[in-house]
Nanobody, 123 residues
Framework: QVPLVESGGGLVQAGGSLRLSCAAS????????MGWFRQAPGKEREFVAA????????YYADSVKGRFTISRDSAKNPVYLQMNSLKPEDTAVYYC????????????????WGQGTQVTVSS
């Protein structure tokens, strides 16, 4: 059973918006920090954003700062990613992940992952 399930991806024109959701399946993540990563074809998975377990602290990659907003509201839906002013270079598979403790920016530190949702931004 996949512990996290992403949704909300799709095809959008440059300048448009999407909101990604991440639902918990089979367990709760209220005591976990949550993160979003993305992976474009031929590239390594990269950090996008993270939020502390309390929601009081957020962290962003420089490439998305000011355009993306990470938030969380409940154990069942532990994290969202609001993406505005999308650019073609944002095209990737987006993954949500749960972190018990460690470095927010490192994918290897995260304990649970979803299967990803495709985001495609056309120019």
């Amino acid at each position: 059973q996949v512990p996290l399930v992403e949704s909300g991806g799709g095809l959008v024109q440059a300048g448009g918006s999407l909101r990604l959701s991440c639902a918990a399946s089979g367990r709760t993540f209220s005591s976990y920090a949550m993160g979003w990563f993305r992976q474009a074809p031929g590239k390594e998975r990269e950090f996008v954003a993270a939020i502390s377990w309390s929601g009081g602290n957020t962290y962003y990659a420089d490439s998305v700062k000011g355009r993306f907003t990470i938030s969380r509201d409940s154990a069942k839906n532990p994290v969202y990613l609001q993406m505005n002013s999308l650019k073609p270079e944002d095209t990737a598979v987006y993954y949500c992940a749960a972190l018990r403790s460690g470095n927010y920016y490192l994918a290897t530190e995260y304990d649970y992952w979803g299967q990803g949702t495709q985001v495609t931004v056309s120019s």
